[in-house]
């Protein structure tokens, strides 16, 4: 359980933090890249979701609570040291991933397929996701970047990569279900 009672504790001010193991690094560090723009997707998520109702509210408040498990995963280093902790790690697991397929083929299948990619906007809603997806994208290159030199768990960039693409299609079923969709048009401005 964590208990926040001192919100400020001075032990960043030289910059270093401290991650999930008690471990500190300097707060430019892959790792600490890599789950502070976790954090910065779930901000942008909340945004969105303050335009959302019904199921997409309820679905984007599961992923929210998603992203802070992926950000402890991803501020905890060595997997193989999990079992030695003095308390239960947080880690995305394939079930999560499957969760995020298996809401992107709903999803999907009352939507036209596309004929030209689209471009972000429409609907409040919609602009915002597309938002949301960049950032995944940002976060997922973060993540393989850290799993590239540090090694993160396989998993949370497969989650990050699905969100990506559950955004993407969130985003046309905000567009009317795509019957709003803006469409590129290449070369339309020259």
């Known amino acids: 359980m964590v208990v926040l009672n001192k919100i400020y504790t001075r032990t960043g001010d030289k910059g270093e933090t401290a991650l999930s193991n ?11 890249d890599a789950y502070g723009t976790v954090d910065e997707l779930n901000a942008t998520l909340g945004l969105a979701r303050l335009h959302a109702e ?8 599961v992923i929210q609570n998603d992203l802070f498990d992926l950000g402890a995963d991803l501020s905890r280093p060595r997997m193989e040291e999990d079992s030695e902790a003095p308390y239960p790690v947080l880690r995305i697991i394939d079930a999560q991933v499957e969760r995020l397929e298996s809401e ?7 939507l036209t ?15 915002h996701l597309h938002l949301c997806r960049t950032v995944a994208r940002r976060a997922e290159r973060a993540a393989t970047a850290l799993a590239a030199t540090e090694g993160a768990n396989p998993a949370a960039v497969k989650y990050l990569n699905r969100l990506s693409d559950w955004m993407f299609v969130a985003g046309r079923v905000a567009n009317n279900q795509g019957k709003d969709d803006i469409l590129w048009v290449p070369g339309a401005s020259r």
């Open 22 to 32: 008690g471990e500190r690094v300097a707060k430019h560090s892959a790792r600490v």
């Open 54 to 61: 019904g199921p997409i509210a309820d679905r984007i408040a």
């Open 104 to 110: 992107i083929d709903q999803m999907n299948a009352a």
């Open 113 to 127: 397929p596309l004929r030209s990619f689209i471009l972000p906007g429409g609907s409040v809603l919609s602009a």
